[in-house]
């Protein structure tokens, strides 16, 4: 089947049943570095901007490829140490990566954090937010017993409540 549209969104089973020239499922790309899953920007020839209620397996390291523009995963159970998110990204959804076990870094280069993006990551340690980061909403890091410090780039206007 040939499409004629850009893909917008990657949604949950999207890779269900997809198999290469060797029968291989093509769920996920593997980087040169073991336990990493990556979430492809492109399939196929088709950017995704939108990533919504997939399965992710466990992992070391969960990949969101450069084009990516926002990411919703609420509700989605998650078990990975790292997630490192690209500089496309404009948002991050509401309770996107709340409670992903195990968590203990994420890297996030530009974006807005919605309200309880990571509530309830317990083992969550670190926190890398780039110049890019425009604003952190109210409880984006509740329960996080595990974080100590975060520090804020110039880039953020909003901190809190505004639009939550």
């Known amino acids: 089947m040939a499409y ?3 893909w917008f969104l990657i949604g949950k089973h999207a890779f269900l ?3 290469n020239d060797e029968g291989e499922p093509r769920e996920h790309r593997q980087l040169p570095y073991a ?3 990556t979430v492809p920007a492109v399939i196929e020839g088709h950017p995704v901007a939108a990533v919504y209620d997939i399965d992710i397996p466990p992992c070391g390291k969960l990949v969101f490829e450069e084009g990516i523009e926002e990411i919703d995963l609420s509700g989605v159970e998650i078990a990975c140490r ?3 998110l690209p500089q496309s990204l404009h948002t991050l959804c509401l ?3 709340a409670a992903v076990r195990g968590l203990e870094r994420v890297v996030m280069p530009s974006g807005l954090i ?3 993006a990571f509530r309830g990551c317990t083992s969550l340690r670190e926190v890398v937010l780039g110049e890019n ?3 952190i909403r109210s409880g984006a890091f509740s329960g996080c017993t595990a974080l100590e410090e975060i520090v804020i780039p110039n880039g953020v206007t909003v901190l809190g409540h505004p639009e939550d």
């Open 82 to 84: 790292e997630i490192i």
């Open 114 to 116: 919605r309200p309880s």
């Open 4 to 6: 004629q549209f850009p």
């Open 133 to 135: 980061v425009t604003g």
């Open 35 to 37: 336990d990493c899953f």
């Open 17 to 19: 049943g997809c198999e």
């Open 95 to 97: 309770s996107c990566f």
